[in-house]
């Protein structure tokens, strides 16, 4: 009988191992990266802006990030509500941003002045 719980208890505690470590909260989490600078590039076909941002640490050098913008991008201004159709190079912005399969999607888009 002893022999039966020690493997009972083997393999409950090997299924909670397996659970843990395929199914842990790792798979739904995602880093929020952000991004202050200026558009430098709108492409409304494909749905991308590139904002162009100074970078400071580790070397001080100018970053350009590729954002998708996709339906449930949230794009804020000082005027209003607007849209990437509304953007013009140049446009100082504040973005929060997260990677899924290397495409940098753009979560909010905060326009900084009124254009």
């Known amino acids: 009988m002893i022999k ?4 009972a208890l083997m393999f409950v505690f090997g299924i909670l191992a397996v659970s843990s470590c395929c199914f842990g909260g790792s798979l739904d989490e995602q880093n929020i ?3 202050e600078g200026k558009i430098s590039a709108i492409d409304t076909f494909r749905s991308t802006v590139i904002v162009k941002s100074l970078l400071i640490y580790p070397v001080i050098k100018y970053q350009d990030v590729t954002l998708f913008v ?3 991008t949230k794009i804020t201004s000082p005027d209003g509500s ?3 159709f ?3 190079i140049g446009t100082p912005v504040n973005v929060k941003y997260v990677n899924k399969n290397d495409v940098s999607e ?3 888009i905060a326009v900084t002045k009124a254009t």
């Open 86 to 88: 509304d953007f013009t």
């Open 4 to 7: 039966h719980c020690v493997v």
């Open 70 to 72: 996709g339906p449930n």
């Open 33 to 35: 990266y952000s991004a």
């Open 106 to 108: 753009a979560l909010l």
């Open 82 to 84: 607007i849209d990437i």
